[in-house]
């Protein structure tokens, strides 16, 4: 099933099933593609993790194609992206995740009614922030995730900084909303045990002194995680703008970063 196919019915607490949902394609400047997907955790309370294997599997090339293990509730928009080469053509990509005994399957494919501009909202000219985990480091726009790897101990909060920037812009000729314009949410993507944020959604701090014409709204947001249990863990952050997630349904403009955390036991 694709995003505009997500199954109805009535919303129950526990024991439902998980749905992947295909946002769409892109094309990338190399002449490869990227498909962007992101998932529906039917249940309303129930987070669940199903690691990489035959209950969470991408194929062919799989079963790991970069799906995340820790499915939160609800819809959750463009978690996470696969390239595939120019010469992809036809071919199809499968993702089945098998969940309270409920096996959904979701077909990946370049058909073209599914291509998407996540880079530009048209006709709005809004673009997506801008992340960076280091002030003076590399940047990103878009889907594709940023990454850094980091190393952490079991139970002692490890710090996670992001500087973000963004155009500030709304649809054309309308005022700004009241809230904030560009907002910051931390979540788990994988790992063995828990992760507690100490907010998973940081206020981004604005820096006026730092603004520019065409990114009014610069600032940074620090939040803190601390893990349960020894092993390898994938964090992911999304910075939204105004358009919010999903991007009121026009798939731009938000922006994904990838935490990769080796953490240790305590020694």
């Given at each position: 099933?694709?995003?505009?196919?997500?199954?109805?019915?009535?919303?129950?607490?526990?024991?439902?099933?998980?749905?992947?949902?295909?946002?769409?394609?892109?094309?990338?400047?190399?002449?490869?593609?990227?498909?962007?997907?992101?998932?529906?955790?039917?249940?309303?309370?129930?987070?669940?993790?199903?690691?990489?294997?035959?209950?969470?599997?991408?194929?062919?090339?799989?079963?790991?194609?970069?799906?995340?293990?820790?499915?939160?509730?609800?819809?959750?928009?463009?978690?996470?992206?696969i390239n595939v080469p120019k010469d992809f053509g036809d071919k199809k990509l499968?993702?089945?995740?098998?969940?309270?005994?409920?096996?959904?399957?979701?077909?990946?494919?370049?058909?073209?009614?599914?291509?998407?501009?996540?880079?530009?909202?048209?006709?709005?000219?809004?673009?997506?922030?801008?992340?960076?985990?280091?002030?003076?480091?590399?940047?990103?726009?878009?889907?594709?995730?940023?990454?850094?790897?980091?190393?952490?101990?079991?139970?002692?909060?490890?710090?996670?900084?992001?500087?973000?920037?963004?155009?500030?812009?709304?649809?054309?000729?309308?005022?700004?909303?009241?809230?904030?314009?560009?907002?910051?949410t931390w979540t788990k993507f994988r790992g063995p045990g828990s992760v507690k944020?100490?907010?998973?959604?940081?206020?981004?701090?604005?820096?006026?002194?730092?603004?520019?014409?065409?990114?009014?709204?610069?600032?940074?947001?620090?939040?803190?995680?601390?893990?349960?249990?020894?092993?390898?863990?994938?964090?992911?952050?999304?910075?939204?703008?105004?358009?919010?997630?999903?991007?009121?349904?026009?798939?731009?403009?938000?922006?994904?970063?990838?935490?990769?955390?080796?953490?240790?036991?305590?020694?």
């Amino acid at each position: 099933m694709k995003a505009q196919d997500l199954p109805r019915g009535p919303v129950h607490d526990s024991g439902d099933s998980i749905t992947g949902a295909y946002e769409g394609w892109f094309q990338n400047p190399d002449g490869t593609y990227t498909m962007l997907v992101g998932y529906f955790n039917r249940n309303r309370v129930e987070v669940l993790d199903i690691p990489v294997g035959p209950n969470n599997r991408i194929d062919p090339g799989g079963p790991d194609h970069g799906q995340p293990t820790h499915f939160l509730t609800r819809r959750q928009w463009g978690m996470f992206t696969i390239n595939v080469p120019k010469d992809f053509g036809d071919k199809k990509l499968i993702w089945t995740i098998v969940a309270n005994g409920k096996t959904t399957v979701l077909p990946l494919d370049l058909n073209p009614l599914w291509e998407i501009m996540p880079f530009s909202e048209v006709g709005m000219g809004n673009t997506p922030p801008v992340l960076q985990f280091d002030e003076n480091g590399p940047s990103v726009q878009g889907p594709r995730p940023i990454t850094k790897s980091l190393t952490a101990t079991m139970g002692t909060p490890l710090l996670l900084p992001v500087w973000v920037a963004d155009d500030a812009k709304t649809f054309p000729g309308a005022k700004p909303p009241n809230s904030p314009p560009i907002t910051v949410t931390w979540t788990k993507f994988r790992g063995p045990g828990s992760v507690k944020f100490a907010n998973d959604k940081p206020a981004v701090e604005l820096d006026k002194s730092k603004a520019t014409p065409e990114r009014p709204a610069v600032g940074k947001a620090t939040t803190t995680a601390t893990f349960g249990e020894p092993g390898d863990y994938t964090l992911l952050v999304v910075i939204n703008d105004w358009s919010g997630e999903g991007g009121r349904g026009f798939l731009c403009c938000w922006t994904n970063g990838q935490v990769q955390v080796k953490v240790q036991a305590p020694r």
